[in-house]
């Protein structure tokens, strides 16, 4: 089992954004992929982001639950969580999310968006690009 500890900076903080309300995907970003936000940028492992799945209710790629203090539904895929190891730790440092785990800091920037939003800019085009 999958278990994340949240600072109550950082659970307050996605609270405030609204992310209690939806299914929460943590994702490996930089590879591509739906929820991508970065769309590519060949940097996989260094990046991490929460989508909040606000236009579905679940997407059966993403089936590892993550359990969590907050009673949050986070989920994350068994690609994802080879990169996020164990006793993860999210909290709020210099004003951004922080992402941790037994290992260390995995990032200091974790990043935020809603997939309505990431659906959207990709079909503008502008999400889907690589840049690498």
């Given amino acids: 089992m999958v278990k994340m500890t949240i600072s109550q900076d ?26 991508s936000i970065e769309g590519g940028s060949c940097n ?4 991490y982001s929460l989508i909040s799945l606000d236009t579905m209710k679940h ?5 590892v639950k993550i359990e969590n203090n907050a009673n949050f539904e986070i ?7 080879a990169f996020l190891g164990d006793n993860l730790i999210l909290d709020i440092h210099n004003t951004t999310l922080r992402l941790r785990n037994d290992s260390g800091i995995l990032t200091g920037a974790v990043k935020i968006a809603k997939a309505s939003f990431l659906a959207e800019r990709a079909k503008e085009g502008i999400i889907d690009q690589k840049n690498c």
């Fill in 10 to 35: 950082a659970i307050d903080f996605l609270k405030k954004r609204g992310y209690n309300k939806h299914e929460i995907l943590l994702i490996v970003d930089g590879g591509g992929g739906d929820y």
């Fill in 59 to 63: 997407d059966p790629r993403y089936s």
């Fill in 75 to 81: 989920y994350t895929s068994d690609y994802d969580l």
């Fill in 44 to 47: 996989i492992g260094m990046d």
